[in-house]
């Protein structure tokens, strides 16, 4: 065993991980990475089909970045931001509002005006960007409306990272259910699934579900139920939290088009505050259109069809790709470009003025990281921003989605594949025992960690959620490697499931 991976085994203690599979065999231990390829200690060669646990957007090295970065180095590092401002954060809070206010397609159906995300709240990941949208909520609401006690409605399957008041808006049992002690309860309502969707009667076709679903928004429905019978008790819901276009951490779950934007004008119009979590989809991830319609008449409604106006910017945010404007937005993953821990969370003047008064009204949000706003982490998002916003990076991402979404129709031809699913550059394939019965693999089996590893032989890097398979590939994969890594996909599902 390589000397570096014996410490891993003597001294590190990995996220998310059983130790004693983890300690069986040797790690791969990564020293380099160059675009969409890593390379390991030993100089074998891999592909980074889920970019570091879906945080790297344009690829590793980045000439952009890594210049921004040496440019932020030679004058500093870190400074606090209690007490201090800094360029890097300021000009990024500016450019993250301006990138929030795009405007998504039109939205004809929308009964309220839309808040505008002006004001933000720098923080370290994920979990704190929801710390931070559910502690403002809660006082916001406290003081606006009165409310005792705020409470928050979320998904079914839903996950916000995993600090105590994140996992409390969660509901994945598995991981969650060990600190129940520690958790303040958060209700739960179904989010669409629609291969596995209980009221979905068709017999599942070699297509994603989404497009041969047969359905009558009855998902939606649980929805209003659930917010009408909170509002007739008096005791409406604080905040509706959901993750648009796709659930990612519940295993890749696309909702199909018009969900979003029907269920957040019902938890508007019943006086929730809108929380959208993009740690996952922010960026550019979920593309800049949505999944054709269904194409068989008749099977459902119309939802609305994405169209930008010529010459607008691409929407950066799922929720814009159906015309919603949360009242939080959460982001952290991508913001960087994968590159340092940073994250932030959006919010409105509204929000923002209900924490004004003078000192000793003690109104202050008291809540802060050490590492807020940090100089090099905001100096990176600043270059990623741009990246992002270059023609060509837009062209490259529509070429990407457009190239994986033909490759891996060949899926498919595998018995074991039950559904494939696809929103922008994140696509979900569910392996299943039976694909006519939709019978899943027991979570024992290890089927999705089994398949993963076999492809890792085979130079291709991604993580299993159970079942699914993730690939979710850097921005500048080129259509050769996206071409390597469905190919080791389909392989390694022949060689370990038969
Ligand atoms: C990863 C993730 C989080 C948590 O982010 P961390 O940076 O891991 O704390 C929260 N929400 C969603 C949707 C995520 O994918």
Redesign the pocket.
Known sequence: MHPIARLDHAHVWHPFTQMRDWQKSEPIVIVEGHGTVLRDIRGKEYLDANSSI?TNLHGHGHPTINAALRRQLGKVAHTSALGLANEPASRLAAELAKAAAVAGPAAPRSPLPAPRLEKVFFSD???TA?EVALKLTYEFTRRTKGQKSPRFLGLQGA????TVG?VSLGHIDLFHKAYAGLLFKSDAVMAPYCYRCPFNRAKPERADAREYRRCGWECVGKVEQKLDSATRRGNPYAGFVF?PLMQ??AGMIPQPTGWLKRVTDLARGHGALLIA?E??TGFGRTGGCRAEEPKRKGAVEKGSTTRMLPGSPAPLFACQQEGVQPDFLAL??GLTGGYLPMAATLTTQDVFDAFLGEYEDFKTFFHGHSFTGNQLGAAAGLASLRLLESSKSVAAREKLEAALRSMTASLWTSPHVGDVRQVGLVIGVELVRDWKKRTPFDLRERAGIRVCEAMGRRGVLTRPIGNVVVLMPPYCTTPAQAERMVAALRESVDEVLG
């Open positions: 879906w990941d994920g979990s929801m996950y916000h990272g995993d994140a993750e990612g951490a979590d740690v996952m952290a993953k």
